[in-house]
């Protein structure tokens, strides 16, 4: 098994961050730096070096990272292997997921509870973050599946397609659009809009349908700009401007009345959500018997 204080290096060099490695190891920062020393020590060598108020890795540290997440993943897989040689379904192990905001709210919930039943012994954590972020997340070995949107695709990512969602113009009741009249797209351009923050995985969806449909999402009207989807939703139940937001997050209010769906004639936004992983790496066993079991149960 891997010693602590490699524990300790990698956490540190995976945030370039001696604070962030303590807060997460629940350790003071000046423990996390006498373990770091004492690796230095035993290697011989600097695993970092200091510019100003940041520290890289260096090539010691590179070499040493790249050694320990390939030990760390085969430590994981050992674990998994040997726990389910007695019983598969109570197989141990530590699934690590990164969600876009949609799916870790309105999709995933369910879909690790049926999971759970299965593998009981698994310990599951989730990152939630807007689609880019999530990549980024996988991309710096905080996660080891990432599921999202994926508008540009990275050669170093495999794309796995896990399910579809479709995304609505919505407003409340104090809206004046929600008569049961529909728009045309030119008409789109003309209206007061709330919006997502960029990056994330619902206004890219709805930039990429105007663009197919030979428009540019340049022009719209955002004059109100939330970070989160439930953010945008409640500000919509109170506010008189509209918003592009997930059929998915918005079913309740749909059926009690309190949100309208404003038919845009032309325009039909769909997103395909992915399982995504790092190309050319072995998957984790809990990440391939996740993905297997999703896929196999996904009626959503």
Same mark, same amino acid.
């Given at each position: 098994?891997?010693?602590?204080?490699?524990?300790?290096?990698?956490?540190?060099?995976?945030?370039?961050?001696?604070?962030?490695?303590?807060?997460?190891?629940?350790?003071?920062? $000046?423990?996390?730096?006498?373990?770091?020393?004492?690796?230095?020590?035993?290697?011989?060598?600097?695993?970092?070096?200091?510019?100003?108020?940041?520290? &890289?890795?260096?090539?010691?540290?590179?070499?040493?990272? /790249?050694?320990? *997440? %390939?030990?760390?993943?085969?430590?994981?897989?050992?674990?998994?292997?040997?726990?389910?040689?007695?019983?598969?379904? +109570?197989?141990?192990?530590?699934? !690590? @997921?990164?969600?876009?905001?949609?799916?870790?709210?309105?999709?995933? $919930?369910?879909?690790?509870?049926? &999971?759970?039943?299965?593998?009981?012994?698994?310990?599951?954590?989730?990152?939630?973050?807007?689609?880019?972020?999530?990549?980024?997340?996988?991309? +710096?070995?905080?996660?080891? @599946?990432?599921?999202?949107? =994926?508008?540009?695709?990275?050669?170093?990512?495999?794309?796995?397609?896990?399910?579809?969602?479709?995304?609505?113009?919505?407003?409340?009741?104090?809206? $004046?659009?929600?008569?049961?009249? #529909?728009?045309?797209?030119? *008409?789109?351009?003309?209206?007061?809009?709330? #919006?997502?923050?960029?990056?994330?995985?619902?206004?890219?969806?709805?930039?990429? =349908?105007?663009? *197919?449909?030979? &428009?540019?999402?340049? +022009?719209?009207?955002?004059?109100?700009?939330?970070?989160?989807?439930?953010?945008? /939703?409640?500000?919509?139940?109170?506010?008189?401007?509209?918003?592009?937001?997930?059929? !998915?997050?918005?079913?309740? %209010?749909?059926?009690?009345?309190? @949100?309208?769906?404003?038919?845009?004639?032309?325009? =039909?936004?769909?997103?395909?959500? &992915?399982?995504?992983?790092?190309?050319?790496?072995?998957?984790?066993?809990?990440? %391939?018997?996740?993905?297997?079991?999703?896929?196999?149960? +996904?009626?959503?």
């Amino acid at each position: 098994m891997i010693a602590f204080r490699y524990k300790v290096f990698l956490e540190v060099a995976r945030h370039l961050s001696f604070s962030k490695a303590a807060d997460r190891l629940s350790l003071s920062q $000046p423990a996390i730096s006498k373990h770091v020393k004492t690796l230095e020590q035993e290697l011989k060598t600097n695993l970092f070096e200091r510019k100003g108020s940041t520290i &890289y890795l260096t090539r010691p540290g590179e070499v040493l990272l /790249k050694h320990l *997440q %390939e030990g760390t993943n085969l430590e994981a897989r050992l674990m998994f292997d040997m726990s389910s040689l007695l019983d598969a379904q +109570n197989a141990e192990g530590h699934l !690590k @997921l990164g969600a876009s905001t949609t799916m870790a709210l309105y999709i995933l $919930p369910k879909v690790l509870s049926v &999971y759970r039943q299965h593998y009981p012994k698994q310990f599951i954590s989730v990152v939630n973050r807007n689609s880019e972020n999530i990549v980024k997340a996988l991309q +710096n070995n905080e996660i080891d @599946l990432g599921i999202a949107e =994926a508008f540009s695709r990275l050669k170093e990512m495999s794309y796995t397609p896990f399910t579809k969602d479709e995304i609505v113009l919505v407003g409340s009741q104090l809206s $004046p659009l929600t008569d049961g009249r #529909s728009l045309t797209i030119p *008409q789109l351009f003309h209206i007061r809009l709330a #919006s997502r923050e960029p990056g994330s995985g619902t206004l890219q969806s709805v930039r990429y =349908a105007l663009k *197919q449909a030979g &428009y540019s999402s340049r +022009n719209l009207q955002v004059e109100v700009q939330l970070g989160g989807t439930e953010a945008l /939703k409640n500000f919509v139940l109170s506010d008189s401007l509209v918003a592009f937001l997930p059929l !998915k997050a918005i079913r309740k %209010e749909l059926e009690a009345g309190e @949100l309208s769906v404003i038919p845009v004639d032309g325009l =039909a936004v769909e997103r395909q959500f &992915y399982f995504i992983t790092r190309q050319g790496e072995q998957s984790l066993p809990t990440t %391939e018997a996740f993905i297997r079991h999703t896929l196999k149960r +996904n009626n959503l």
